[in-house]
């Protein structure tokens, strides 16, 4: 019998926790500092943005789930220090009481922290952090109470875009600065992410781009943000610049990858062989790059605990990679992705060859809901192997990259994506789709 102490349970806590708990003779605790878990953040610019009712359908799991099932589950409840050496932990509990806890097998689910930059204004009344549940209740209560009309947005990430479009739902002015020139920078190229840039802009968000803020300004409340080239008024802030793994809790007895995550191998063990790490507090092998990277997604931290549940009770399991596969939708214009874009490839010194290729969905003669499909395929100049792809669209054509995911797992060429078997029927594609004819015209030009 296994004493196992997991710390943290949102997406790869609630994973793990569920996995361990599948097999029989383990004493499973859990220790998490929030008040709730299995928050899905994705979700909560649909709640800001009114396009869902209530926060509530944004959890999956709930504590009492664990404890029918056995588990020791402690809320509130902030684990302060490991003793890695003796195996221990200490815990401060909701009522205030430091305790002392030991375990055979550790799993660490601390996942990440918001970035805060280090600047004059930043704790400033209705600037606004936005990673929990609680953080999204407090913007939703005061936008209820106030009538603040003009929301900044910092950062130009996914969280960034999807909140600038929750806010302009909700009738605000609103402004989203990022330092970078363009935005979804490392998902996207910019001939993608510019139609993106364009919708938004069509329905009167403003951006400010290639300007870095200095100074958040007000005396108790925020009035407006100072950039490099600028000031920009603001009754809220929003500050959505991405974010960090929340490893301190490794000190130095843990390995860690160079922006801190915990290195894991493929079986989700840190470099102390009773500890595991997963979710975003830790590392990930990402077959695009064919190397260990930091990809903080939910469908990764459910993989990553799956994984380390498995192989604490006993059932070897490897991971497979991942390929790093994203989409969002805004306005319903849809961006898919997976794997490395041009921009990042060539950031990182890898040599590759790219196939644009535009088309309708089905054939012409299908006049109703045929919009045009946009699709980048980049792959290696030195083999031909597929490591990204990108898909722009008002149709819903996010289940191709599902295709792409797999062919970049299993290093496909776009040699054999060219001649691969896709069906034909006019109510969903073309005989020779946009798919199998960038493919195909990647060929042409050898």
Known sequence: MAKIIQIGANHAGTACANTILSYPNNELTIYDKNSNISFLGCGMALWIGKQINSGDGLFYQKPEDFEKKGAKVHLESEVIDVDYDNKKVKVRLKDGNIIEDSYDKLVLATGSIPNKPRIKGIDLENVQMVKLYQNAKEVIDKLKDNDYKRVVVLGGGYIGIELAEAFERLNKEVTLIDMEKHILNGYFDTE??????????NHGIKFVLGEAVEEILGETKVTGVKTSNGVYEADMVICAIGFHPNSSLGKEHLEKYRNGAYLVNKKQQTSDKDVYAIGDCATIYDNARDRVNYIALATNAVRSGLIAGHNICGTEVETVGVQGSSALMIYDYKL??????????????????YQDFEDTQKPAFMEVDNPKVKIRIVYRKSDKVIIGCQLASNYDMSSAIHLFSLAIQKKVTIGELALCDIFFMPH?????????????SALLKG
Do not use: H, R, W
């Open 192 to 201: 993608f992410s510019d139609e993106m840039l364009n919708v938004m802009k």
């Open 336 to 353: 898919v992705c997976t794997g490395m874009s041009v921009a990042s490839a060539l950031k990182e010194g890898v040599e590759v060859d």
């Open 428 to 440: 969903f594609n073309q005989p020779y789709n946009y798919i199998t004819m960038a493919a195909y």
